[in-house]
């Protein structure tokens, strides 16, 4: 899916905005693969990790560590819900 190489692209270079578009992208463009899925939510987590929105991002880390937990991005999620939770997460305000 050129999205989905897109939104991690973007992702890469910080640019949130352009990950989160390209994201929704690569969703609508055809049914993603459980993995697609959970890299799709995974990017949004982070987006909304880095943009100080812990609210959504913890929502969505813990949705992707129960709904996808044998994918990479569901022991990345619990990685970084880890990190958030004791307090060296990126992100920038708090729950």
């Known amino acids: 899916m050129g999205a989905l190489r897109g939104s991690r692209g973007a992702l890469a270079e910080g640019e ?12 609508n463009y055809g049914t993603p693969s459980p ?7 995974f990017i ?27 994918t990479s991005y569901g022991y990345q999620a619990i990685e970084r819900l880890r990190a958030i939770e004791e307090g060296h997460g990126e992100s920038k305000a708090k729950d």
């Open 35 to 41: 993995e697609q899925q959970a890299e799709i939510l």
């Open 44 to 70: 949004r987590a982070s987006c909304a990790d880095r943009m100080g929105n812990a609210a959504d991002a913890v929502g969505l880390f813990r949705y992707l560590k129960e709904k996808y937990p044998e």
């Open 16 to 27: 949130c905005a352009k990950a989160i578009k390209k994201a929704g992208d690569a969703e």
